[in-house]
């Protein structure tokens, strides 16, 4: 891999924030899965629908990311997603044992899936920006090695962090600590797309 693929900041922020946001993802379907069924009582028939709220907005999103780029171009419409995920995810925190489905978790799960189905497509377009023709494949395996090592290893922080906070506490806590720290990890992204791919998207258009 040559390491000039990373001399772009652009890219180099697409990489980290791809991460990060991955980690956060990543929190969120290991602990929701478990605190539908183990905290809300679905069976896991139910808990696989439960996640439909944020599969239908994904699929909405991601169909208007085109529009929204060629509107508002790449980095913002890249911010607009981290937002919206930023607030789901926040929001989703709070829902512990005494929360209603619709308002603790389906509402907040529409906002994650809006945000990314926006953020996905335009981090992948800035993985790869302006990157010369024979580094092109490299570009592309970063993006895919920082989709897959920044879920891996986001998770593993943030479940080692909601034990840590919680102790023996119960899951529903272990839960909201963990989307807590996903959603750092969405505000770190947020502040690296504006300093490092915002300027550089603006500087292209």
């Known amino acids: 891999m040559p390491l000039r693929v990373f001399k772009n900041a652009e890219r180099t922020g697409a990489y980290l924030s791809r991460m990060l946001f991955l980690g956060a993802m990543m929190a969120f379907w290991f602990f929701i899965t478990q605190f539908l069924q183990k905290v809300y009582g679905f069976s896991p028939l139910m808990a696989g629908i439960g996640f439909f709220p944020m599969t239908i907005a994904n699929f909405i999103s991601a169909l208007q990311v085109s529009r929204l780029t060629a509107k508002f171009g790449n980095a913002k419409t890249l911010i607009g997603g981290l937002v919206l995920t930023f607030i789901g995810m ?7 044992a005494d929360g209603n489905y619709t308002v603790s978790v389906a509402l907040p799960m ?3 899936g809006l945000g990314q189905g926006a953020a996905l497509s335009p981090l992948t377009t800035a993985g790869i920006a302006h990157i010369d023709a024979q580094d092109a494949g490299a570009a592309s395996g970063v993006v895919n090695v920082a989709h897959q090592v920044g879920g891996s290893l986001g998770l593993a922080i943030l479940v080692v962090i909601a ?7 119960s899951l529903a806590l272990r839960t909201d600590w963990a989307l ?5 990890f969405l505000l770190v992204a947020l502040i690296l797309t504006v300093v490092l791919i915002l300027p550089q998207d603006k500087k292209a258009r």
Not at 90 to 96: D, I, K, N
Not at 180 to 184: D, E, F, Q
Request: charged content about 5%; aromatic content about 10%; hydrophobic content about 55%.
């Open 90 to 96: 926040v929001w989703l925190s709070f829902a512990g």
């Open 110 to 112: 529409i906002l994650i």
């Open 163 to 169: 034990t840590a906070l919680t102790g023996t506490g």
């Open 180 to 184: 807590r720290g996903g959603a750092v």
